[in-house]
């Protein structure tokens, strides 16, 4: 039932951006609000017709000796933009064992988060060329893998590309992964221009993004 009910929001998210694509058109006065709309719809359906396909997917890759499914999980999280050049994403959570397959929810949660900063009013920034930072805070107690190479990082790139950046490719897109001990346990992403790296890594040495 719920994948029908996600399929109908697609279907309605593409009817509206079709409306609104047909209104910019005629033309005759400032186009600008329709193209808003327009580009808000079709980000939405793209990002919810990728999160139900993925969704879907794993039932099928466990029976043909796929990675294991991971349970789906809530998570919470806030999204803040730092000196207005900045998106900070902070995760209750740390990255999954990338023996697992890339969970939707991760996604999910990524996705609602960035919904909710653009409903109360605020505008996403978007870089040509971008730097994407996750920073996991955890003890060597609590911490759920050992090695970097292990984590299971991808499906942040995959929720954030063509919202915040054009693509994930080599040129587009430069990625780090950080970890830093502590007590309680969260995953900070980073989004900023690719220009930017000397200035958010001394900051970071410097603890000045918290």
């Given amino acids: 039932m719920r994948i029908q009910n996600e399929l109908l929001e697609i279907k309605s998210l593409l009817g509206q951006a079709t409306a609104a694509a047909g209104i910019a058109a005629i033309g005759g006065g400032n186009v600008i ?15 919810l017709s990728r999160n139900t396909l993925e969704l879907q997917r794993p039932c099928v ?43 939707g929810y991760l996604a999910d949660t990524i996705t609602r988060l960035l919904d909710g900063f653009v409903e109360n009013g605020r505008r996403l920034p978007y870089y040509k060329k971008a730097l994407l930072v996750m920073d996991e805070h955890c ?19 995959n929720a954030l590309k063509g919202r915040l950046f054009p693509d994930d490719d080599q040129f587009s897109l430069g ?22 790296a000397w200035e958010f890594f001394s900051m970071r040495h410097v603890g000045m993004l918290f």
């Fill in 33 to 47: 609000p329709q193209m808003e709309r327009l580009t808000a719809a079709l980000e939405r359906a793209v990002v």
């Fill in 61 to 103: 890759e466990f029976l043909q000796g796929g990675k294991p499914v991971l349970p789906h999980t809530a998570i919470g999280g806030t999204v803040r933009l730092l000196d207005g050049r900045w998106l900070h994403i902070r995760l209750d959570t740390l990255l999954p064992h990338c023996r697992f397959q890339s969970p």
């Fill in 139 to 157: 003890s060597c107690e609590s911490r759920t893998v050992y090695d970097q190479d292990n984590k299971g990082w991808k499906a942040v790139p």
């Fill in 175 to 196: 990625v780090a992964l950080l970890s830093a001990e502590s007590e309680e346990l969260w995953c900070d992403i980073y989004v900023l221009p690719a220009d930017d």
